[in-house]
């Protein structure tokens, strides 16, 4: 998530006016972690970069991007523990951890309660849902200064949230209702940003993990919304069809995280 500049409380816009100002962005190198240990020898490495923030520039306009590091973290650590993914997940974040984590994590919202994460993260593959705020009209594919190949969609906030506005109703009544639940939190979180704010669904380091021809023929929003208009039209063997085909093209993708 971008926001402009001038939407940002007075005192946050001057503090990320003077970074700018200063050029203080980190090396674009190695990224530095903590080794943060919690019950014994095992543990979890954290970013250990400062407060920093990703900047875009729009038609003269500046947005940014804070990173709020300390927020993301705390909120990972409190969804690690609730989606216990593996057995002995409790040796990686303790119970004792997780309730000092839940208490900063408290403390910083009650200092800023508008203090939110201004990204949304997913190891290994992006989740299908997020594809409901973007049409294919708005995918790039880029080849950067480094010659590295990246996809990436991009929209504004306003016209992502009218467009899970158009999804939810034909999700609710059908199969797909619990999937409605998770695009309107989704939804939530994107309402408490100013409406001209720049929303990006960047395929980042999992562009790496794809030849060129894979990016090229990933058309993930596209096939997505032509099975939520079949949907709309009680068109449901065909939507299922054009769903499973996205669900299967992601699971291949995913498949790294078990071969990791």
């Known amino acids: 998530m971008f926001q402009p500049l001038e939407a940002f409380s007075p005192p946050e816009q001057s503090r990320w006016e003077r970074y700018i100002?200063?050029?203080?962005?980190?090396?674009?190198g190695r990224a530095r972690y903590h080794d943060r240990r919690t019950l014994g020898s095992v543990g979890m490495l954290a970013p250990a970069e400062g407060e920093?923030?990703?900047l875009r520039s729009v038609n003269g306009r500046l947005y940014v991007s804070p990173w709020r590091m300390r927020l993301?973290?705390?909120g990972s650590m409190l969804e690690f523990r609730e989606a216990k993914p593996f057995d002995l997940w409790e040796q990686f974040v303790p119970k004792a951890d997780a309730r000092k984590a839940a208490r900063d994590l408290n403390r910083v919202?009650?200092?800023?309660p508008s203090a939110v994460p201004f990204c949304q993260q997913s190891p290994w593959h992006v989740p299908i849902r997020w594809f409901v705020f973007f049409k294919d009209e708005d995918r790039r594919l880029e080849t950067g200064a480094d010659g590295r190949?990246?996809?990436?969609?991009?929209?504004?906030?306003?016209?992502g949230m009218r467009r899970a506005e158009n999804a939810i109703p034909a999700l609710q009544?059908?199969?797909?209702?619990?999937i409605s639940e998770l695009i309107v939190d989704l939804h939530q979180w994107m309402a408490v940003f100013d409406p001209?704010?720049?929303?990006?669904?960047?395929?980042?380091?999992?562009?790496?993990l794809m030849t060129f021809d894979e990016l090229e023929e990933d058309r993930s929003a596209r096939d997505l919304h032509l099975a939520l208009d079949a949907l709309d039209r009680h068109e449901y063997l065909r939507s299922a069809d054009i769903y499973q085909g996205v669900l299967g093209h992601w699971a291949g993708i995913r498949s790294h995280e078990l071969m990791n």
């Open 21 to 28: 100002v200063a050029n203080e962005r980190p090396d674009t």
């Open 52 to 54: 920093h923030a990703d």
């Open 72 to 74: 993301r973290v705390l």
């Open 109 to 112: 919202r009650r200092k800023d």
């Open 149 to 159: 190949d990246r996809l990436r969609y991009t929209t504004t906030v306003r016209r």
């Open 173 to 178: 009544r059908s199969e797909l209702g619990p």
């Open 196 to 208: 001209g704010s720049i929303l990006e669904l960047d395929y980042g380091d999992l562009s790496g």
